[in-house]
């Protein structure tokens, strides 16, 4: 197109001038259509180059024509992409890739992946045999407790996996268990608290159960690996467990209530299995209490959402909803609950840390793992916030098992008149 300037582009304009002569009797139509045939078959064509004639408008010269296409090509050609004095096409370019790929890769990123669908058995499967998260994780799948001294001096300063054993320690400081005999890890992950309690009380009879094969499998290895052998794993469902009434006198139950679909029904049974006299501790993931003066926003709903369907989450509960639940059974008395964000909070960015610091067992997975990863941090940081503005808040409660049941907190009273022993 720039050939057609000056002397050099005169034959081209005589070219163009002499062609407009010659199409000017063909083009009182505003398009035409012309059959092609292309390696034995036919498809229609539709011309988008048109020259226009009437009897007001007559038709252009060549001179006219390029003039036209010259402004065409210089307004896609020369404004857009020089549209920045003194900046090189190709950045411009580069920039506006990078920014679309940035957009589409956030896109992907807030798009949950692995929703709720019975399915908590099979991700923690697919965790355990990859093995990154036992890796950075250690034995104990669960945050870890960071003291106020602790975080003075900075958190990044603790040993990650320690954290993780000091929560266990500081958990059972807070149900005031002493000397169980016989204790329950509901959803064990790969056994590190199950064999924690294990060496803690040497005379106990330990069991973990949880819903991943593999989970028991790495728990069983593991255990015999360091010599612990008061401690067994199962696959067992938490919401109808096998164990008899009355077996335990220590139900722990450390993270697994996120998972759970039913939250009152988890509550009872751990409730039903434990002794009387015997210490119900729950550590969990709870979203504040809800009320008419302090609803959820908008994006309050939306953040949630990507929280439950991104881990395989129901859905959460408030502490206070907890709370209500272990009163209703009517078998818990000196119910306790506690906010332990400032002690957990720390927990997530030092995952994210770790895996900084030593990136090498991922680089080695390949591609599948590296989105994976991607993933997690993505997750990990979105926790984050959300335990750090109070959307979020780690629950702990605990309780003691009556030694004569009362009737449920919300349940109606059917009479005045006092309950008979027995009845």
């Not at 064509?45 to 252009?60: F, I, L, N």
């Not at 010269?61 to 090189?88: F, I, L, P, W």
């Not at 199962?234 to 009434?245: K, R, T």
């Not at 369907?309 to 209500?324: G, K, N, T, V």
Request: with cysteine.
């Amino acid at each position: 197109m720039l050939a057609l300037q000056g002397e050099i582009g005169r034959p081209a304009i005589q070219k163009l001038q002499h062609q407009s002569q010659v199409a000017a009797p063909l083009s009182r139509t505003f398009c035409r259509r012309s059959t092609v045939t292309l390696a034995g078959r036919q498809a229609d064509v539709a011309s988008e180059a048109t020259v226009y004639r009437t009897d007001q408008h007559p038709a252009r010269s060549a001179r006219e024509v390029y003039q036209v296409s010259e402004a065409a090509c210089c307004s896609t050609s020369t404004s857009a992409t020089q549209g920045v004095a003194g900046v090189d096409p190709t950045v411009l370019a580069a920039i506006a890739g990078l920014g679309l790929t940035l957009f589409a890769l956030k896109r992907v990123l807030d798009t949950p992946s692995r929703k709720y669908d019975n399915n908590v058995g099979k991700e923690y499967d697919a965790w355990t045999e990859e093995g990154v998260l036992e890796y950075y994780w250690g034995e104990h799948i669960h945050l870890g407790y960071y003291s106020d001294e602790e975080l003075a001096r900075g958190y990044l300063k603790k040993d990650f996996k320690q954290a993780k054993y000091d929560f266990v320690d500081e958990m059972l400081k807070f149900c005031g268990s002493q000397n169980p005999q016989k204790i329950l890890d509901v959803g064990c992950g790969f056994g590190g608290t199950s064999r924690h309690l294990a060496k803690k009380f040497k005379n106990a009879s330990v069991t973990g159960i949880t819903l991943s094969p593999r989970q028991v499998e790495r728990g069983t290895e593991l255990a015999k690996q360091q010599g612990v052998d008061n401690v067994t794993f199962q696959v067992m469902d938490a919401l109808a467990m096998e164990f008899p009434d009355d077996t335990f006198d220590l139900v722990w139950a450390c993270e697994s209530g996120e998972h759970m679909p039913d939250k009152r029904k988890y509550v009872e049974e751990m409730t039903r299995v434990l002794k009387p006299g015997g210490t119900l501790v729950i550590a969990c993931w709870c979203q504040r209490e809800e009320t008419a003066a302090a609803p959820f926003s908008t994006k309050d709903k939306e953040d949630l959402q990507f929280l439950y369907d991104e881990w395989a989450h129901p859905y959460f509960i408030s502490i206070q909803e907890f709370e209500r639940h272990m009163k209703g059974t009517g078998k818990l008395q000196d119910v306790r609950t506690d906010n332990w964000n400032r002690n957990t909070l720390a927990s997530w960015r030092h995952s994210i840390w770790v895996g900084v610091f030593d990136p090498w067992i991922v680089v080695f997975k390949g591609p599948r793992i590296w989105y994976k990863t991607v993933r997690e941090i993505v997750t990990l940081e979105r926790m984050h916030q959300a335990f750090a503005n109070g959307l979020m808040e780690y629950g702990m409660m605990a309780g003691t098992k009556a030694l004569q049941s009362a009737k449920p907190a919300d349940a109606a009273t059917e009479a005045c008149e006092p309950a008979t022993v027995g009845a």
